[in-house]
């Protein structure tokens, strides 16, 4: 449904080029919701502007329903539903008044409007406040008529850039039930870029984070750590331990107080070296009060990547 191919956006300023995005490949599927993690700065809401047609990307192509992002962004845009980040209301209006004029850019009548709207704007809560003007409305209200109307067309794709910012937790539970429900019963495409990782554990089969270019990508079941790690906790606060361990395949992460945690190395039998751990920090005087395996959680996944020092690019030395 989605498809970039080594796509990039470079900015020129007085001080020199500012590359935005580089090289970035991406494939989302049809019906699918693809989280786009990263930190702030790192491309997230180029990419979105570039895979909506809002912003010419300076290298590679995308493509939207097999539309070329760049050749026919009218149409692109006509097939996507977009929530970015710094979406704006008409304070002015009422919530009527700027939906109706949303989906008259559509070639929406009203009436449809009206009749599409009605039951998103009530399981957003929002149902009662239809006559009142957004300006009166919190941050979080604003960002639910940002919803409704990014759906009032129907679009095959949605792009979503913190979608449930400012949203209470019950209302982020009804968007993120509105979500599954959209890709699995009308085959939409979202592509979510959240710093919210419960939310995107919650929705996201795959993810991609980049930090400018692409890091890591795949699904949360291949990302998450082929061996365990395993915490060990003790009785008592232990002196250092490290050298307990030495000559065996395992890395110790880290000690403190009355707990360590290590992890076997790739080549490592673990059903062979983690009793061998155990009796090793027996012997070096450890009394362990029990060795509790822990995979790696999206959120430890996403702190070692964007935390990793950043690699140059083949022929490209860091400065």
Not at 37 to 62: E, F, I
Not at 258 to 287: N, W
């Amino acid at each position: 449904m989605i498809r970039a191919r080594g796509l990039g956006k470079t900015y020129e300023s007085k001080a020199g080029p500012i590359e935005a995005v580089s090289g970035l490949d991406l494939e989302v599927r049809e019906g699918e919701i693809f989280g786009l993690l990263g930190p702030n700065g790192a491309g997230k809401t180029t990419t979105v502007r570039m895979l909506c047609g809002l912003l010419a990307p300076t290298a590679g192509q995308a493509h939207v329903e097999g539309v070329s992002v760049t050749a026919d962004p009218d149409r692109v845009r006509r097939a996507i539903g977009l929530v970015p980040g710094d979406a704006g209301n008409n304070d002015l209006l009422t919530v009527d008044d700027e939906l109706e004029f949303y989906g008259g850019l559509y070639g929406l009548s009203p009436a449809v409007v009206r009749e599409r709207s009605a039951p998103l704007l009530a399981r957003l809560d929002l149902g009662e406040r239809r006559e009142h003007r957004v300006g009166t409305f919190s941050k979080g209200m604003k960002r639910k008529v940002q919803l409704v109307r990014a759906l009032l067309h129907r679009p095959r794709v949605l792009l979503l850039d913190e979608p449930t910012s400012g949203l209470d937790p019950a209302i982020c539970e009804e968007v993120w039930d509105l979500l599954s429900e959209l890709t699995r019963e009308q085959g939409v495409t979202v592509i979510l870029c959240s710093h919210h990782l419960e939310e995107v554990e919650r929705l996201c089969e795959r993810v991609a984070i980049i930090r400018r270019r692409l890091l890591v990508e795949g699904s949360l079941a291949e990302l998450s750590r082929p061996a365990p790690r395993y915490r060990v906790e003790l009785a008592e606060e232990a002196g250092e331990l490290s050298g307990a361990l030495e000559g065996l395949p395992v890395s110790l992460l880290g000690q403190q107080e009355r707990e360590l945690s290590f992890e076997p190395e790739p080549q490592a039998e673990v059903a062979e070296v983690v009793p061998e751990v155990v009796a090793r920090l027996v012997s070096a005087g450890a009394r362990i009060l029990s060795l509790e395996p822990e995979s790696r959680d999206l959120r430890t996944l996403y702190r070692e990547v964007v935390r990793a020092p950043e690699r140059a690019p083949e022929g490209q030395v860091p400065g």
